[in-house]
C-alpha cells in the first residue's frame, strides 16, 4: 500500500511539474506583453502631466517662451520615463510567475495549457497579431475620414463652450493686468 501511495505520489508530482513547466513557457512567450503593460503603467503618470503642462504653456506661458519651457518639460518627462519604464518592466516580469501564471496554474489544465501554447506560437497567431497596428489605423483612418464632417462641429462647439466657461471664470482684463505689474515691482525694488 505504502509502495502505491509513493508511486501515486510521485506521478502527481510529476504532472505539477510538467504544468509548470507549460506555465513558465506561456509566460516567456506572453513576456512582450507583459514589459508593455507595465511600460504604459509607468508612463501613464508622465503623459497626463504633459498633457496638464500642455494646457498651461498655453493659458500661463508667455508665447515667446513656450517652445524652450516645452521643451524642458518633455526632457524632464523622458527623464523619468528612461528611470521609471525599467524598473517597473522588470518588476512586472518577476512578479508574472506569481500572479499570471499562479492564475494559469489553477484555472488550466495542462492539456489547455498545450492547446494555449500551441495557439500563441502558430504562425497564423503571429501574423495577425503583427497586423494588429496596420489593422487598427486602417479602422481609423477610415473611421475619422467618415465622422470628421459630423464631429468638427462639435469639437469646435466644445471649444467654444470651454473657451467661454473659462472666460466667465477668469477676472477682467484690468486686475489680471495688474497683477504682473504687482509681483514685478517687488523684483525692481529687492534688485536696487
Do not use: C, H
Not at 11 to 16: H, L, R
Request: without cysteine.
Amino acid at each position: 500500500m505504502l509502495v502505491s501511495l509513493l508511486v501515486v505520489a510521485s506521478g502527481i508530482q510529476a504532472q505539477m511539474t510538467a504544468k509548470k513547466e507549460l506555465v513558465a513557457k506561456v509566460l516567456l512567450l506572453q513576456q512582450p506583453a507583459v514589459e508593455q503593460a507595465a511600460q504604459a503603467l509607468a508612463e501613464r503618470p508622465a503623459l497626463q502631466m504633459l498633457q496638464q503642462a500642455g494646457m498651461a504653456l498655453q493659458s500661463q506661458v508667455p508665447a515667446d517662451k513656450r517652445e524652450a519651457v516645452a521643451k524642458d518639460i518633455q526632457a524632464e518627462a523622458k527623464k523619468y520615463a528612461d528611470d521609471a519604464v525599467p524598473l517597473v518592466r522588470e518588476r512586472a516580469v518577476k512578479l508574472a510567475p506569481s500572479t499570471v501564471g499562479a492564475l494559469l496554474e489553477e484555472k488550466f489544465s495542462e492539456d489547455e495549457l498545450k492547446q494555449l501554447i500551441a495557439i500563441i506560437e502558430s504562425p497564423v497567431n503571429r501574423k495577425f497579431l503583427q497586423l494588429g497596428g496596420e489593422m487598427q489605423n486602417a479602422l481609423i483612418d477610415k473611421l475619422v475620414a467618415e465622422t470628421q464632417g459630423t464631429i468638427e462641429p462639435k469639437v469646435r462647439a466644445l471649444e467654444q463652450a470651454i473657451g467661454k466657461r473659462l472666460a466667465q471664470a477668469t477676472p477682467a482684463a484690468a486686475p489680471a493686468a495688474a497683477v504682473p505689474k504687482a509681483a514685478k515691482a517687488p523684483a525692481k525694488a529687492a534688485s536696487k
